[in-house]
Structure formats: structure tokens, C-alpha cells
């Protein structure tokens, strides 16, 4: 079986972990024994370089391929240009809930992504969603199955706190909080994880860790190092941040966002916060610092072995070539 990944989200330079999620699925396929080429473009949000990216992809041998795989709703418009292959589609989570400014309004860009997305899920063979919650935006009708991104159980384990907080050369006394992902982007909240821990009661002596632009070998360092992971996102699909804070016994705070809830409602020491305010968010994580000892994450973790999900995937691969 050959398969042709399309993704806009993809490394730019060494180190660059942007498609990690990608590159992770695409690796584990080839462990399965497939044969799986990538297709990598930059949209950024000018409809110029989709066209130009149809283009250059209509131009390779898309016969020898049994089937396209677009990541994220934007990659399947460029996938759905060719009539040669079929397309299966995974969506992640914004496209096709829409990108949010930092009022929590749908930008402009947003909705035309969400509409585009859409637009694409009425076309292709076979549509992924990560996470159940994004059921209700797709288009009456369209079927789907659900596939999480999987987690390399094997990377995210529980190790001794102060090894990895030595190893990342951070302060053994503090109670550090784990903020994963780019500060920058509106629909991470970074603001309000700041003022979050900033309502922490002094005598925590709380810290706040920004995980972003790392290396990935050190991301399980920074789960194990740390005393809980703050989520405060306004939309999300499936986190991966939430599955390998599992793994790792990592305690969990989070907005209701994504599919948080249904992942960590049964983890004692987890909790989801109904109303994104900061003193609530404050007042749960408080309660995750104070716990005695580590959460029992793993075994709800296992279900996201990513060994397994990708058996998933190629059983939708099968039944789109049948």
C-alpha cells in the first residue's frame, strides 16, 4: 500500500516541531509496512499559494499512489484538486470549528476556514475527526469515524520528578505549572494562564513553564517535571498535551474545551473548569498542587497507544481502496 500524506503543517527548519502529529503518523505507518510519501505546503491564509500547491501536487505521479491522506480541512481543498486518487481528510480541530480572536469571536480567516472545511468534508471518501466534539460542525450527512492522534507510550512515561527537573536545569523547590503550545496563537489564552497563576496563593511558590519550540525529546521532561499542565485554550480538538500528561501521572487543569472532558472525567485530580474564568481556573489548579502524590494517568492513556490507532487508520485505508 502506498499512501500520499498532504499537510500544511510541516517543518520549516531543523527543530521545528510544527506537524509534529504528521510526521509521528506518517513514521508509524512506515513501521506498519507501508509506503507513505509527504506532500508538505505553507497556505498561510493566501488562497495563491493553495492554487500554486494543486498545481505542483497534480504534476507528481499520483497514479502510483492508492490513496491521498490530507491533514486539517485547508489540506484537502489542494488534495480534492486531483480526480485520480481518493482523498480520506483528518480534522484536528480549527478548521473546522473556526480560529478565535482573543475575544473568542470567529476572525474573518476563521470562518472562511471553517467554511472551506466544510466544503471539503461533503467531497472527500472517508473523513477523520480526532475527537467527537467536532461532530456538530460537519455537514448533515457526512459520515466519519473517529481517530485521536496517538502518543508514543513508549516516550511518555512517569519518571522521577527531580531527574527530569535537573535535566531541564529547573528550580527543585518551586511548583511549576506547564503551559504547552504557542503563546502567540489567540486561541491558546496565553493571557489567561498568566493570570491564573498569577491568583495562585504566594505561599505555592508557583511557577509558570512555557513549553513551546522545544526539542520533542524533552517534551516528556517537561511532563515530569512539572506539577500539573494548565490548558486554557477556547478551542481545541483532542490536545495532545492532555494524553501525554496522562501518560506521564501529570495532574491536568483545563477550560472545557476540545474532547478534555471525556478524556480526564474518570482521572482523580483532574479537572475541567465549566467557566474559562481565572480565579475558578486558579482555585482548581490550586487544588492539583496540593495533591499528596502524582494522578494514576496511565491507564486512561493507553487507549491513545498510537500503535494501535494507526491499525485504525489502515483499515480506513482499506475499505476507501475497496
Same mark, same amino acid.
Given at each position: 500500500?502506498?499512501?500520499?500524506?498532504?499537510?500544511?503543517?510541516?517543518?520549516?527548519?531543523?527543530?521545528?516541531?510544527?506537524?509534529?502529529?504528521?510526521?509521528?503518523?506518517?513514521?508509524?505507518?512506515?513501521?506498519?509496512?507501508?509506503?507513505?510519501?509527504?506532500?508538505?505546503?505553507?497556505?498561510?491564509?493566501?488562497?495563491?499559494?493553495?492554487?500554486?500547491?494543486?498545481?505542483?501536487l497534480?504534476?507528481?505521479?499520483?497514479?502510483?499512489?492508492?490513496?491521498i491522506?490530507?491533514?486539517?480541512?485547508?489540506?484537502?481543498?489542494?488534495?480534492?484538486?486531483?480526480?485520480?486518487?481518493?482523498?480520506?481528510v483528518?480534522?484536528?480541530?480549527?478548521?473546522?470549528?473556526?480560529?478565535?480572536?482573543?475575544?473568542?469571536?470567529?476572525?474573518?480567516?476563521?470562518?472562511a476556514?471553517?467554511?472551506?472545511?466544510r466544503?471539503?468534508?461533503?467531497?472527500?471518501?472517508?473523513?477523520?475527526?480526532?475527537?467527537?466534539?467536532l461532530?456538530r460542525?460537519?455537514?448533515?450527512? @457526512?459520515?466519519y469515524q473517529?481517530?485521536? *492522534?496517538?502518543?508514543?507510550?513508549?516516550v511518555?512515561? +512517569? /519518571? !522521577?520528578? %527531580?531527574? #527530569?527537573?535537573?535535566?531541564?536545569?529547573?528550580?527543585?523547590?518551586k511548583?511549576?505549572?506547564?503551559?504547552?503550545?504557542?503563546?502567540?496563537?489567540?486561541?491558546?489564552?496565553?493571557?489567561?494562564?498568566?493570570?491564573?497563576?498569577?491568583?495562585?496563593?504566594?505561599?505555592l511558590?508557583?511557577?509558570l513553564?512555557?513549553?513551546?519550540?522545544?526539542?520533542?525529546?524533552?517534551m516528556?521532561?517537561?511532563?515530569?517535571?512539572?506539577?500539573?499542565?494548565?490548558?486554557?485554550?477556547?478551542?481545541e480538538?483532542?490536545?495532545?498535551?492532555?494524553?501525554?500528561a496522562?501518560?506521564?501521572?501529570?495532574?491536568?487543569?483545563?477550560?472545557?474545551?476540545?474532547? @478534555?472532558r471525556?478524556?480526564?472525567?474518570? *482521572?482523580?485530580?483532574?479537572?475541567?473548569?465549566?467557566? +474559562? /474564568? !481565572?480565579d %475558578?481556573l #486558579?482555585?482548581?489548579?490550586?487544588?492539583?498542587?496540593?495533591?499528596?502524590?502524582?494522578i494514576?494517568?496511565?491507564?486512561?492513556?493507553?487507549v491513545?497507544?498510537?500503535?494501535?490507532?494507526?491499525?485504525?487508520?489502515?483499515?480506513?485505508?482499506?475499505?476507501?481502496?475497496?
Amino acid at each position: 500500500m502506498k499512501i500520499l500524506l498532504v499537510t500544511t503543517e510541516w517543518e520549516r527548519y531543523p527543530g521545528d516541531i510544527s506537524g509534529i502529529h504528521v510526521r509521528q503518523q506518517a513514521e508509524q505507518l512506515r513501521a506498519a509496512g507501508l509506503t507513505v510519501d509527504v506532500f508538505p505546503f505553507h497556505g498561510e491564509k493566501n488562497p495563491l499559494n493553495y492554487w500554486r500547491a494543486a498545481r505542483e501536487l497534480k504534476k507528481l505521479n499520483l497514479a502510483q499512489y492508492d490513496l491521498i491522506h490530507a491533514h486539517h480541512g485547508q489540506s484537502g481543498i489542494v488534495a480534492l484538486a486531483q480526480r485520480i486518487r481518493p482523498v480520506i481528510v483528518t480534522f484536528h480541530g480549527s478548521d473546522l470549528q473556526g480560529i478565535r480572536a482573543v475575544s473568542g469571536q470567529i476572525t474573518l480567516t476563521g470562518y472562511a476556514l471553517r467554511v472551506a472545511s466544510r466544503w471539503v468534508a461533503r467531497r472527500a471518501d472517508s473523513v477523520i475527526l480526532v475527537a467527537q466534539n467536532l461532530a456538530r460542525q460537519l455537514p448533515r450527512g @457526512v459520515k466519519y469515524q473517529i481517530i485521536p *492522534v496517538g502518543i508514543n507510550l513508549d516516550v511518555f512515561h +512517569p /519518571m !522521577p520528578r %527531580a531527574e #527530569a527537573r535537573r535535566a531541564l536545569n529547573l528550580p527543585q523547590e518551586k511548583k511549576l505549572v506547564l503551559f504547552v503550545g504557542d503563546p502567540t496563537r489567540t486561541e491558546k489564552r496565553f493571557w489567561l494562564a498568566e493570570k491564573t497563576v498569577s491568583l495562585l496563593p504566594p505561599e505555592l511558590n508557583a511557577k509558570l513553564i512555557v513549553a513551546h519550540g522545544i526539542p520533542p525529546h524533552e517534551m516528556p521532561l517537561y511532563m515530569n517535571a512539572c506539577d500539573a499542565l494548565l490548558v486554557t485554550s477556547s478551542t481545541e480538538g483532542s490536545p495532545s498535551a492532555v494524553k501525554e500528561a496522562l501518560a506521564c501521572n501529570l495532574p491536568i487543569v483545563s477550560t472545557d474545551v476540545g474532547d @478534555v472532558r471525556a478524556r480526564v472525567e474518570d *482521572v482523580k485530580g483532574c479537572e475541567v473548569c465549566g467557566y +474559562p /474564568m !481565572p480565579d %475558578a481556573l #486558579a482555585s482548581a489548579l490550586a487544588r492539583a498542587l496540593h495533591l499528596p502524590k502524582r494522578i494514576n494517568g496511565q491507564e486512561a492513556a493507553r487507549v491513545f497507544d498510537e500503535k494501535i490507532l494507526t491499525q485504525k487508520i489502515i483499515q480506513i485505508y482499506r475499505g476507501v481502496m475497496q
